[in-house]
């Protein structure tokens, strides 16, 4: 609808992939700085993490990319079907790297448990024991990022991070560090 769209659009779409080509590079400075001052067992921590939170934020992408995604957008335009619906290309883009980030950060879940068991902050029993008030967190999590107010698309939000949840059980359980007596006091 404007003259520089097709130009701005192509500097973003540049950008982002800049961006997501960059982070590695990034990821393995900081990793350089931070590995010296951590404890041997503490460096063995950190690779399953990144590789399992790297697998974790492509596959929510994709999620919402191909699953997520799709409904949304039909759902957000057949609510205009008594209209001519003019979509920017900038906005289309936006709203659907808006969705893939937050999924992407949602599928984050699996990694931070996996973190959070092996340091012993968690555990699965604690998990397992929160799951009422995880659940109605979850749902009110999926009503803030689903960018429609209807209950089916809510739903589809809030169904991969109830299964994520479910998976941390499992990470808690698998990973998770065992206490000793003397740590407990």
């Known amino acids: 609808t404007t003259a520089v769209e097709s130009f701005t659009l192509s500097v973003t779409v540049s950008l982002y992939s800049a961006v997501a ?5 990034l990821l393995w400075q900081i990793w350089g ?3 010296p001052a951590l404890y041997k067992h503490e460096r063995r921590y950190v690779t399953p993490f990144i590789g399992l939170s790297t697998i974790s ?3 929510g992408a994709a999620f919402a990319y191909y699953i997520l995604f799709p409904p949304a957008m039909g759902y957000l ?4 079907e008594n209209f001519n619906v003019m979509l920017r290309a900038t906005d289309y883009f936006d709203f659907i790297t808006l969705i ?3 999924m ?3 599928f984050q879940m699996p990694a931070i448990t996996y973190v959070l068991a092996r340091i012993g902050l968690v555990n699965a029993s604690f998990l397992v024991n929160a799951w009422k008030y995880a659940f109605v ?4 999590v999926a009503a803030v990022v689903s960018p429609t107010g209807d209950l089916p698309n809510m739903l589809l939000f809030a169904m991969p991070m109830m299964v994520l949840y479910i998976v941390s059980i499992f990470i808690a359980w698998f990973f998770g560090k065992k206490r ?3 740590e407990a006091e």
């Open 100 to 102: 893939m980030l937050a």
């Open 137 to 140: 967190i979850i749902l009110i």
């Open 33 to 35: 700085f931070i590995s």
């Open 21 to 25: 080509l960059a982070v590695p590079f």
């Open 180 to 182: 000793k007596p003397d």
């Open 57 to 59: 934020f492509v596959i």
């Open 77 to 80: 335009l057949g609510l205009g």
């Open 104 to 106: 992407g950060l949602i």
